[in-house]
């Protein structure tokens, strides 16, 4: 079944990228019923959905996302359940049973136990597991927060810490790690708490900016209004402001809030996402999303409101061929009732961070962005570059992407200044690729590209196929991002203990690269040396408020990013999937491809990124073939172009027709000590006293005497042909006894013989 | 002890002409090949006999010899230079020798002023059969010839003393050429810029947004920072020519003069005019008849403006960071000075000459005149779209080559005193000027004579086996205890004067061997 779907997904999506729409949720969805079941709820802990019924709950894993995922069951006992979520070692299921009480499980032993809330006037508003190391769960009172940790011994709940104050509401997100307490008649003050593996951290009270619709009518800000996210490893919350319709935001440090500037909103009900470090903001009543990178300072959305489009739904698939179309009956005729999805509809619960809960029908989506789509969107191909060499999640086919946009800007011969300006990017993606180190694990990830890597196909490895599944297109391998649980847990420790500067985040990475570059075995990237200074830079230019305010780290995403393969292109596939490719259908006047190839030596030489030689002999062949011998004689004296042996042997080869070129080449022999080269092609030229002088100074045994011989035979000159002779019979124990000697002394005599007669 | 006062100064001996032997073959028509002479008020019947010598000889040599002629004659007193510019066109200089005036010549060196003569009118002016077959009766070369080579050969007081190559000759009436003193240096070669890769990068990446502010056509560029060649697009033969002309005319330093006497110069044209008529009245009323007087030659009804290219002074900075002047004379309808034009070698093809200065830099650009539709407007938009594309990598290039540079006696080895010559790409580095002053006489003799040696051996190989390359290696010393050494190895030349070297050969050669080997990358260290 599967199978079939897939195929007939397949034709449909690549139909469907040119649709109208920059987001799409892709069918089918993860089914989540279960007959008998209380409601849907999600643990973004551990990332499941959980269904209970009145004696079990079902759990579906949502990462990595597929739609066959088989729920696994725990059994509990029968009662009502507010809230429900499993422990982050998975070992303990919470479930809030009332306002005054959180039962436990063990799910080895099957044991319970109890929490109660001390005094009636307190009521609990949720709880939530955490990794922090004080405590193991926090419960969230109308009256402030108790922290707790688990005794396994003792099997219960101890208090660690209680911090009071009153709360109306509370928003917390497991990936931030970060909970906000409303208080206050508009709850519109707020009292932060990171919760990280790194300690807690509270951070200071701050106050959300509310418009005033009249002079008494205070509006009352509400849970579903505030939103926190992640981005790029940052954390903001998002507000949103009815009256102004504007969408506020706001980033976290470790000691300030910072408020960040505010987006539009075009609808009274607004739905946030984020995928890949995306903001997706859904204006809900107008059925559009809006598409922001909060990287730079810009809060320029992307593109154009478009609507989110539903992908691979048979219904709407076979619309334009349906007639012909017997292949949606079957199986899938029979719930296609239930796949009467609406896009946007009432019971629709956006869950942190890409997922689309549709609680009436209990699916399951996933929100994809369409790359092709977006970058097809803009004309403005520097920032489209940028934007795809952020993406990580289908970093393969960011990377193509770019690929394709590089060569068809060349060949297009674009104005010189964009193309630089789009070659900039990427070489200054992949510089930073290399100091964050994600360039590497993408390498181990696939595998060490060789020298000529045009293949372009999905990588696979054995390394990590466990955390990789294909995804029901079947046409692209992904890596899971956020791959479960275990492998959570440890990526978290490091990242957390953080949360004071990003300079050790990236000490951490730059220490792990060096053993990684050295294990890839790619001597060529000067990697190791990252210096101190270089990655200070770094983190500064991600603080804005410089080094008092360090950014609140949203922990695991530096660990994540390094987990999947990188968009970066380095020099290599540049020159193969670029340059290579681009100078074969590029005809007539060189004078573009050179000014861009230099471009690209430019930008690689600010970055100090070495440049694949092959890159450095196509432009010798293209000068040569142009008869641009003055313009390639500076490129090589200046080592614009390197010297490398296969730069040498192609000015040799481009020398047949122009002396002085050829004389390059053998000089860049000479230098780069490549002796026997050097004598081989002396003798060959007919230089062959001067070679000789040059093998006996540099020791050049390699070169068979008999060539020096032959050519000294050739020139007719019976005084060389002799000093040769006797070169190498000094020289060169035994060679007295050589053929070469016998024969050439016959010569010689005949020589002198003839002269004297 | 000051360069132009080392120049050896020439006054009766020297004479230069220009004929063409394919004119005046007839009895009482002798005048007509004539095409130049210097001095100019020597009496016709002197100016015939020296052309009627050199005639004479070329028939004689061309028996045995019908690809190259004669190439010298050495006369107890005088020395005969030749050089065939062009079929049937020969260029003769006779010098006088002399001992106690330091009249010791390299004629090599000679023969190079002929040939950078020659070329540099070739560029401006078009060749002179071309000029010939336009306008046969001669009129028109002669004027172009006298006013070109004039102002050549005139002076040119405030020269920086580590301009290397190209110096003017005149000074006052007097003719200095090219004498032993400077045997360190090698005429019709560029002097280039060592940069490194990264400022070369971004030479390059400057180069190509400069080209493509022509649009599609083909676009040429000369970058010079100072008085030193960074990069160039031209072939090597027009890289010469106007390498030579940009030392002389358009870098910084040339342009000094000129800013320095702004009043003077502001007051009207007239000044500089009536300075150079002067030169021109000195050479005596016979030339006003023979050559036609500048400023009346009647071409009918046309435009009878000669242009001077080499005249002093007459190039300036612009508002707009390009260089101007009105040599070419203004645009008709127009107060605009035109664009100055010149001709390819390579490619013979007519270019628009644009040059833009920022501070020690000097950028040349060349635009096919065909690919210009509206001329004069052409090229300023050209030159706007120069302006907004290129001038933020100008600052750029321009300041981290100032950075790089080790000023005027950066290309200074201590201990050495070297001319290094490389034959395939026509460049050369020197000993700054200021450090070659302080050799002995004796020194530079026995170099100009060791040199003089290794240019006959070079033409000798040349005749023998033009595809091989001899090396060579000379080892000499000198009467003061000095070493002259010259070497060379395909194509690339070494000439060095060691004073203060130690007794033994093996010192020498040791010397000379890390020289190669710091500075040659090795080129000269054979054994």
New interface residues.
């Given amino acids: 079944m599967f199978g079939k779907a897939s195929s007939s997904q397949l034709s449909v999506s690549l139909g469907g990228s040119g649709a109208l729409s920059h987001v799409y949720i892709q069918h089918p969805p993860l089914r989540c019923s279960i007959p008998g079941s209380k409601g849907l709820f999600y643990d973004d802990g551990n990332k499941l959905i959980l269904s209970p019924t009145s004696d079990q709950v079902f759990s579906w894993k949502t990462v990595p996302f597929a739609s066959h995922v088989a729920p696994t069951s725990d059994s509990i006992s029968e009662g009502p359940v507010l809230s429900i979520r499993y422990s982050l070692d998975s070992k303990l299921l919470a479930i809030q049973r009332s306002n005054h009480e959180i039962q436990f499980w063990n799910r080895e032993t099957g044991e319970t136990f109890s929490q109660r809330c001390r005094s009636e006037t307190e009521s609990i508003l949720g709880f939530f597991w955490t990794d922090c190391p004080k405590c193991d769960i926090v419960f969230v009172k109308t009256s402030g927060m108790d922290l707790f940790s688990y005794d396994s011994e003792t099997k219960s709940l101890h208090l660690v810490e209680t911090k009071k104050m009153n709360v109306s509401w509370y928003v917390y997100t497991h990936e931030s790690r970060l909970i906000l307490l409303a208080s206050g008649m508009q709850c519109k003050s707020f009292t932060g708490f990171q919760l990280s593996s790194a300690g807690m951290i509270r951070l200071p009270k701050f106050e959300m900016a509310m418009a005033k619709s009249e002079a008494n009518n205070k509006p009352v800000l509400a849970a579903e209004d505030v939103h926190i996210i992640t981005v790029y490893g940052r954390i903001y919350c998002l507000q949103v402001d009815r009256v102004a319709m504007l969408l506020h935001s706001y980033r976290f440090y470790r000691d300030a809030v910072v408020q960040q500037g505010s987006l539009p909103i075009y609808s009274d009900k607004i739905a946030i996402s984020v995928v890949d470090n995306v903001l997706l903001v859904h204006q809900v009543d107008a059925k559009v999303v809006i598409l922001y990178d909060i990287f730079a300072d810009s809060r320029a959305p992307i593109s154009a409101p478009l609507p989110l489009l539903l992908r691979g739904f048979p219904r709407a698939s076979s619309s334009s061929s349906r007639t012909g179309n017997k292949d949606t009956d079957g199986s899938e005729a029979n719930d296609r009732s239930d796949h009467e999805t609406i896009i946007y509809g009432d019971n629709w619960i956006f869950l942190v961070p890409d997922l689309i809960c549709d609680v009436a029908k209990r699916l399951l989506w996933k929100i994809h962005l369409d790359l092709e789509a977006i970058s097809a969107s803009s004309s403005e191909v520097p920032s489209v570059l940028e934007f795809l060499q952020r993406r990580k999640l289908e970093a393969n086919k960011a990377k193509q992407l770019c690929l394709a946009i590089v060569r068809t800007v060349i060949l297009e011969r674009r104005p010189v200044s964009m193309v630089t300006r789009a070659i900039d990017v990427l070489v200054t993606s992949y510089s930073n690729s290399i100091k964050t180190g994600s360039y590497f694990k993408g390498i181990k990830a696939e595998k060490p590209p060789t020298s000529d890597v045009s293949n372009v196909n999905p990588p696979t490895s054995v390394v990590d196929e466990s955390i990789r599944r294909e995804d029901a297109l079947g046409k692209s391998i992904k890596h899971g991002s956020a791959s479960g649980v275990e492998n959570e847990s440890i990526n978290r420790s490091p990242a957390f203990s953080v949360s004071d500067s990003e300079e050790n985040v990236s000490f951490e990475n730059s220490n792990h690269l060096r053993s990684l570059g050295a294990k890839a075995d790619r001597e060529n990237f000067k990697v190791a040396e990252s210096s101190q200074s270089e990655v200070q830079k770094l983190s500064l230019q991600s603080q804005l408020l410089g080094p008092s305010n360090s950014p609140l780290n949203a922990n695991y995403s530096e660990n994540l990013e390094s987990q999947v393969t990188s968009a970066a292109i380095s020099p290599d596939e540049m020159y193969s999937c670029v340059f290579a490719s681009v100078e074969e259908e590029m005809a007539g006047d060189p004078a573009y491809f050179v000014t861009i190839v230099i471009e690209f030596l430019r930008s690689a030489n600010v970055e100090r990124i070495k440049v694949h030689p092959n890159i450095y002999v196509l432009t010798v062949q293209l000068l040569a073939r142009h008869e641009r011998y003055a313009e390639l004689g500076l490129f090589i004296i200046n080592k614009i172009l390197e010297p490398s042996k296969e730069v040498a042997l192609q000015l040799l080869e481009s020398g047949r027709q122009n002396i002085q070129t050829r004389k390059l080449g053998l000089d860049m022999l000479r230098q780069l000590s490549l002796h026997h080269d050097y004598v081989l092609l002396l003798v060959q030229d007919g230089y062959y006293l001067e070679a000789l002088r040059y093998a006996r100074k540099n020791k050049v045994t390699t070169v068979r005497p008999s060539l020096f011989l032959e050519a000294a035979f050739a020139s007719t000159d019976p005084q060389h042909l002799a000093a040769v002779l006797r070169f190498f019979s000094d020289f060169i124990p035994g060679f007295k006894n050589t053929a070469d000697h016998i024969a050439y002394c016959r010569i010689l005599n005949e020589m002198n013989s003839s002269i004297t007669a | 002890m000051g360069l132009s006062s080392a120049n050896t100064v020439v006054n009766e001996g020297f004479q230069f002409c220009i004929f063409d032997l394919r004119r005046g073959q007839h009895e009482g028509q002798e005048l007509d090949k004539i095409l130049f002479f210097y001095p100019a008020d020597l009496p016709f019947s002197t100016q015939l006999s020296v052309i009627g010598l050199s005639e004479g000889l070329i028939t004689f040599t061309r028996i045995f010899s019908p690809e190259a002629a004669c190439e010298v004659i050495e006369a107890e007193r005088h020395s005969h230079v030749f050089h065939q510019a062009e079929p049937d066109i020969w260029m003769v200089m006779v010098v006088e020798k002399s001992k106690e005036s330091d009249a010791i010549w390299r004629i090599d060196a000679l023969r190079r002023v002929l040939k950078e003569v020659h070329s540099l009118f070739v560029m401006f002016h078009g060749s002179i059969r071309s000029l010939l077959d336009k306008e046969p009766s001669g009129e028109l070369v002669r004027s172009h010839l006298y006013a070109f080579i004039m102002d050549y050969l005139s002076a040119f007081q405030k020269r920086s003393p580590w301009d290397i190559c190209c110096c003017d000759f005149l000074v006052g009436k007097k003719i200095k050429l090219p004498s032993f003193r400077d045997c360190l240096k090698e005429r019709g070669t560029v002097q280039?810029l060592t940069?490194g890769?990264?400022a070369?990068?971004?030479v390059?990446?400057l180069v190509?947004?400069l080209?493509?502010c022509a649009g599609n056509a083909?676009c040429y560029s000369l970058v010079l920072f100072q008085d030193l060649l960074v990069?160039?697009?031209?072939?090597?033969d027009d890289?010469i020519n106007l390498f030579t002309y940009a030392v002389l005319r358009l870098a910084p330093n040339a342009l000094l003069s000129r800013a320095s006497s702004w009043s003077y110069l502001r007051k009207g044209n007239t000044a500089s005019q009536i300075a150079a008529a002067s030169v021109m009245a000195s050479s005596g009323s016979v030339s006003e008849q023979f050559y036609g007087s500048r400023d009346t030659s009647p071409h009918g009804g046309e435009r009878s403006h000669v242009v001077r290219p080499l005249q002093h002074n007459k190039w300036y900075k612009g508002t707009d960071g390009f260089l101007v002047t009105d040599i070419w004379g203004p645009e008709v309808g127009s107060m605009v000075s035109a664009t100055p034009t010149v001709l390819l070698h390579q490619t013979e093809e007519r270019m628009y000459l644009c040059v833009y200065q920022h501070k020690s830099l000097t950028l040349i650009l060349l635009f096919p005149i065909s690919s210009i539709l509206n001329g004069e407007q052409g090229i300023s938009v050209v030159k706007q779209q120069i302006v907004e594309?290129a001038s933020l990598k100008m600052l750029k290039v321009e300041e981290k080559l100032s950075k790089g540079w080790g000023g005027e006696n950066a290309y200074h080895v201590g201990g050495y005193r070297y001319l290094l010559v490389d034959g395939?790409?026509n460049v050369s580095r020197a000993s700054p000027p200021g450090k070659v002053t302080t050799l002995t006489k004796e020194s530079l003799i026995s170099l100009s004579n060791l040199r003089e040696e290794i240019d006959l051996e070079k033409s000798r190989a040349k005749w023998d086996d033009p595809?091989?390359e001899k090396?060579l290696e000379i080892c000499i010393r000198a009467k003061n205890n000095a070493w002259v050494i010259a070497r060379t190895?395909?194509?690339k030349e070494l000439y060095m004067v060691l004073e203060k070297a130690n007794e033994t050969l093996l010192f020498a050669s040791d010397a000379i061997e890390k020289f190669s080997n710091r500075y040659c990358?090795?080129?000269f260290?054979?054994?």
């Fill in positions: 280039m940069v890769r990264e070369a990068l971004e390059q990446s190509r947004v080209e493509s083909p990069s160039t697009t031209l072939s090597p890289t594309n395939d790409r595809d091989h090396d190895t395909r194509g990358s090795g080129a260290s054979l054994d």
